[in-house]
């Protein structure tokens, strides 16, 4: 056997290692991807992988359990979606509804003027904001159903996460509905205050909606006590004498005694504004065409809209006139330095 010298094996040893730092280095950083150009991100897009700007959580309180639960933002969102619109409806429309979500939450965040809640919330579960359910909620109400359905929602929230809808820089009131009468609604027909982004558009794949025809009865008794007004014996139920230029209805004269189709709809739980009435005998016959307030994005005009080719972002900017979808990177560091 042939004895090497100490000196020998100690340079054949540094020799081996001095061929595997270099591999040694490289193989931490081997599965990142290739930008194509050092030091720059490959898109200026918010990244999909992983949410745009600092954590924020929602404290939401749970009505029913009468207590507060805190959780991240998209987790919080994809429990809206969820909630609000049916995970069956196109990709592209629940990725509008997820940006609406996000936006509404954000902007609340960000604004001086806070909501009655309970201490520790920053909103409730209900329509009063948004309604939100957890997923464990969630499997009980879909069943069989929950693991496809839960991924397409998670997905929607993913592909827009770190993004948020803006009209001049700052995070609009993205209100939203089910269906509309064919358009939309502007603001200031619905509430106090206009707002340049809210404005009446057209809404055609709407009319497709199951939910776009409605109708409902009520005794001329119940009618008369709900609205406050008496209507006689005769078969005129009141005068409509001012309508929205979205053809709902705006006023109403019961024998001078004026009332808006929005304090109506409410008093007789109608689905729309767009209504109109009959008499037949001791009851009255009133027929709704769309449901809900009528302003910001429709859900089945989304639905609609995707079904057609179009994107979450042309959604949007379709409902929403005037807005940009931006990296609320900006926004979420504002909401922070706020804590």
């Given at each position: 056997?042939?004895?090497?010298?100490?000196?020998?094996?100690?340079?054949?040893?540094?020799?081996?290692?001095?061929?595997?730092i270099?591999?040694?280095?490289v193989?931490?950083?081997s599965?990142?991807?290739?930008?194509?150009?050092?030091?720059?991100?490959?898109s200026?897009?918010?990244?999909?992988?992983?949410?745009?700007?600092?954590?924020?959580?929602?404290?939401?309180?749970?009505?029913?359990?009468e207590?507060?639960?805190?959780?991240e933002?998209?987790n919080?969102?994809?429990?809206?979606?969820?909630?609000?619109?049916?995970?069956?409806?196109?990709?592209?429309a629940l990725?509008?509804?997820?940006?609406?979500?996000?936006?509404?939450?954000?902007?609340?965040?960000?604004?001086p003027?806070k909501?009655?809640?309970?201490?520790?919330?920053?909103?409730?579960?209900?329509?009063?904001?948004?309604?939100?359910?957890?997923?464990?909620?969630?499997?009980?109400i879909?069943?069989?159903?929950y693991?496809?359905?839960?991924?397409?929602?998670?997905?929607?929230?993913?592909?827009?996460?770190g993004q948020?809808?803006?009209?001049?820089?700052?995070?609009i009131?993205?209100?939203f509905?089910?269906?509309?009468?064919?358009?939309?609604?502007n603001?200031?027909?619905?509430?106090?205050?206009?707002?340049?982004?809210?404005?009446?558009?057209?809404?055609p794949?709407?009319?497709?909606?199951?939910?776009?025809?409605?109708?409902?009865?009520?005794?001329?008794?119940?009618?008369?006590?709900?609205?406050?007004?008496?209507?006689?014996s005769?078969?005129?139920?009141?005068?409509?004498i001012?309508?929205?230029?979205?053809?709902?209805?705006?006023?109403?004269?019961?024998?001078g005694?004026?009332?808006?189709?929005?304090?109506?709809?409410?008093?007789?739980?109608?689905?729309?504004?767009?209504?109109d009435?009959?008499?037949?005998?001791?009851?009255?016959?009133?027929?709704?065409?769309?449901?809900?307030?009528?302003?910001?994005?429709?859900?089945?005009?989304?639905?609609?809209?995707?079904?057609e080719?179009k994107?979450?972002?042309?959604?949007?900017?379709?409902?929403?006139?005037?807005?940009?979808?931006?990296?609320?990177?900006s926004?979420?560091?504002?909401v922070?330095?706020?804590?």
């Open positions: 056997m042939i004895k090497l010298k100490p000196f020998v094996i100690v340079s054949a040893i540094l020799f081996v290692v001095t061929l595997m270099p591999t040694l280095l193989l931490p950083f599965e990142e991807k290739v930008s194509g150009k050092l030091g720059e991100q490959e200026s897009e918010p990244s999909a992988e992983e949410p745009a700007g600092p954590a924020v959580e929602v404290s939401v309180y749970r009505t029913a359990l207590s507060v639960e805190t959780l933002l998209d919080y969102v994809a429990g809206v979606v969820a909630s609000e619109m049916p995970a069956a409806f196109e990709l592209e990725k509008a509804q997820a940006l609406t979500a996000r936006t509404y939450i954000i902007r609340h965040m960000l604004s003027e909501l009655e809640v309970p201490d520790g919330a920053l909103v409730t579960d209900t329509v009063q904001h948004q309604v939100y359910k957890s997923e464990e909620e969630l499997r009980k879909w069943g069989a159903d693991d496809w359905k839960m991924e397409k929602i998670k997905k929607a929230v993913k592909e827009t996460s948020v809808l803006t009209y001049n820089g700052e995070p009131d993205a209100t509905f089910s269906t509309s009468n064919g358009y939309t609604e603001a200031e027909a619905v509430w106090q205050g206009s707002l340049p982004y809210l404005k009446s558009v057209e809404s794949w709407d009319v497709d909606s199951k939910e776009f025809k409605g109708e409902k009865v009520v005794t001329v008794s119940e009618f008369e006590q709900l609205l406050g007004v008496k209507i006689g005769g078969t005129e139920i009141g005068k409509v001012e309508k929205t230029s979205s053809n709902r209805v705006s006023k109403v004269d019961f024998s005694k004026v009332l808006t189709g929005v304090d109506i709809r409410e008093k007789l739980g109608l689905r729309s504004t767009d209504f009435w009959k008499r037949k005998g001791n009851e009255i016959i009133i027929t709704t065409r769309g449901n809900g307030h009528g302003v910001g994005m429709s859900q089945y005009g989304a639905n609609g809209m995707a079904a080719g994107s979450y972002v042309d959604i949007v900017k379709h409902y929403y006139k005037g807005t940009e979808v931006v990296s609320s990177e926004v979420l560091t504002k922070t330095a706020k804590k």
